[in-house]
């Protein structure tokens, strides 16, 4: 910037110093050139004429006249000139004056008017003269000094101005430079800070833009492995890929996630999944514990991000390794991030090493914690899944061991011996529970020793040792029924733990899982049922209830089974007795027979007066001797029958024999015991026709048992009758009496051997009490059976049922 003001320059006093001294010297020589004409006028002013005037300006006489020469004065300079020539004449004095006078060709032309009044030798006034000069040159060289003065004048004010102004101007520029040049200074720092500004708004901008993409590409990838976590119901291959992919992506040298799982009991334990190492690297140390450098991590508080783990605070404190186990890979760089479920639940903890410092950035954490917000999330999702599919499973268990508890009921009421129930419950107990093995067995009746009632899956020696030992060797039977529940053992290792005395026996079965419960009945430990697993158990809650469900079956058959033994030997032994009984009465009655016979022959031979003649008397004795003989020859003879009917040795001839026939036969030898005894006999009409199933003889001897009975307990005058019908396959064949009756508790015994209602009144009517038991026996023999319907007083029906005659059959020759 100039220090110097164009402007100054222009206004400076430019008017020529020659030019003012050459108009000075002109005015002199004007001042003293001559007049141009001379005027007078009257005493009172008044001009009469001026030819010079009328030559110079053209008017007339008459117009110069008087005041009439004013006119031609410049009107501007009119007032002064009048004001001049009236105070002149009033003071009488000198006139003087100048004006522009307008020539005759129109143009204005500067002049000086001077007079003087001419006084008289009285004094008086009686004309003015005077001169006119042009001044014009003059006036207009005074013009222009004038002019000229008054430019320089105003040139000098104004240089003078200017020179002000320029000086402040210049103080004012001086400062104006100085703050500019500061300003220039500050601009260049501005500049130069600008610069710098904007560089570091290009990287910030670059940098952001870095960031964006990265974080983009970070929530993408994040996004990427949300997917697939989610995707997957598998909690050992969500941990593993979970894991897989963090290490990956922090740069770590390894990974391991260890999380908390539920068995199916419902109990947590924690497993762990590595990346980057054999699990051979890890297998031998123990399970990460609560030490202050993991705890933030276990109790879900937060991240752990250390540069160098080994100069961390937390580091090194907890007994017994304090710090790292002996042998445990390198770890500087560490990194451990929780994984927490939506309701602040830890579901384990994601733990990233390098052997190098400061190797995990903060991307790498954040990539951590959104990879463990997914495994979260997965995790959660899988549980979910798993706890749907152990309800499932838990479910379709219940529902298939509640079918197999029904067929084990159905089975087990067969079972009749504790054998087949140890078979039904082993069977079935195994297959509902999954059992690789199992047995039953039983408690002697002291309670002191088990013994095995049937076992499956077991091997030898196994087997055979444990055939039968006492309740106090110690084992989970022992306890089962010691203790009256179920004992559930999840392995060898347990087993170990709770019966350290039969573990070596229990190992060498080569099972694993065991369960137990015991047999009880009436609050009594009959036995137990044991299973075993192949594998490690957790047994789901419905084991127990399965099982005593199945131990309480089986009790109930075993309890069903000994009264069916003890049923069963009863009735042996009746059955045996019975037998020695017929045997006997066979061979009695046989025995008693021939003496009888020989009784009954030699009364016929005195009789017929082979042995000389008898008396009247005689006669009389041997009469009731031979009714004696043959009473006791028919008694003898029913109970031969009866016996061997029990014995079965009698043989059936069975037939189709036309009813009519038979009843005509029975009838023709009841009809006169009947009239003998005043009874009336009647016979329905419905058996034209009928042809029956039978054995002809042994159908007449039912009947006749059953008429000669009728006509036995019914009084004179009542009545006995005989139905017979067929209805559908079946025929009935009816005796019906007006007798005594049967009391109603006896109508089953009648039936019975040797059973008689009164003895004292059959007494007196003759009779074994074997003709009903006889006549069921046969037709019952016959396909049939013999029913009774009694009134005591009013009378009885029997009625015979046998089937009918095969319609085929009958149009077939005899
Ligand atoms: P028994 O007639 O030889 O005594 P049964 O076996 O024929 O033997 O009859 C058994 C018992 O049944 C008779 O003693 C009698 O008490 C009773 N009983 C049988 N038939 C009749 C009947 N029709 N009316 C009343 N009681 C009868």
Known sequence: MS?????????????????????????????????????????????????????????????????????????????????????????????????????????????????????????????????????????QVEAERDALVQGLERQRAEAEAHLLAASELAAQLQGQAAEAEHQMAEMQAMAEELEATNQQLAAAHAAAEAALEDEARLVETLHRIGVSLTSETELSRIVQAATDEATTLTGAQFGAFFYNVLNDAGESYMLYTLSGVPREAFEGFPMPRNTAVFSPTFHGEGVVRSGDILKDPRYGHTAPYHGMPRGHLPVRSYLAVPVVGHTGEVLGGLFFGHAEPDMFTERAERLAVGIAGWASVSIENARLHDAERRARAAAERAAERGQRLLEVAGRMARALSP??????????????????????????????EFTMMGTRGYPEPSASRFYRFPVTLGAPMSDAVLHKRPVLVRDTAEWRERFPRTADAAAETGYEGYATVPIVADGRALGALGFSFRAGQTFDPGVDVFLETLAGHCASALERARLYEAERDARDEAEQANRAKSQFLASMSHELRTPLNAIGGYVELIELGLRGPTTPQQMTDLDRIKRAQQHLLGLINDVLNFARLEAGKIAFNLADVPLSEVLDEVEALIEPQAADRGILYGRGEGGAGVRVRADREKLEQVLLNLLSNAVKFTGPGGQVRMDSAQVGGQVRIRVRDTGCGIPPEKLDAVFEPFVQVDPDLTRTRQGTGLGLAISRELARAMGGDLTVESTLDEGSTFTVHLPAADPGAEAAPA
């Not at 100054?8 to 002199?28: D, F, I, K």
């Not at 005027?39 to 110069?64: H, K, N, S």
């Not at 087949?420 to 690789?436: K, L, S, T």
């Open 419 to 448: 054998a087949q129930v140890a078979e039904v419950a082993v069977e079935h107990g195994m297959r509902a529970i999954g059992a690789d093995a199992g047995a039953m067995a039983l408690l002697d009746p002291a309670g002191a």
């Open 3 to 139: 220090h110097t003001d164009p402007d100054v320059g222009r206004r400076a006093p430019t008017v020529p110093m020659a030019e003012v001294l050459r108009s000075q010297a002109r005015l002199r020589a004007l001042v003293e050139s001559d007049a141009v004409f001379v005027w007078t006028t009257d005493a009172d002013g008044r001009v009469d004429d001026m030819p010079g005037w009328r030559r110079l300006t053209g008017q007339t006489r008459d117009e110069v006249r008087g005041d009439g020469w004013l006119a031609a004065i410049h009107p501007d300079d009119r007032p002064a000139t009048l004001l001049a020539w009236d105070t002149a004449r009033q003071r009488r004095g000198t006139y003087r004056t100048e004006y522009r006078l307008r020539l005759a060709d129109g143009t204005y032309r500067w002049y000086q008017a001077r007079g003087v009044p001419l006084p008289g030798t009285d004094g008086a006034i009686y004309e003015w003269a005077g001169t006119l000069h042009d001044v014009h040159a003059r006036r």
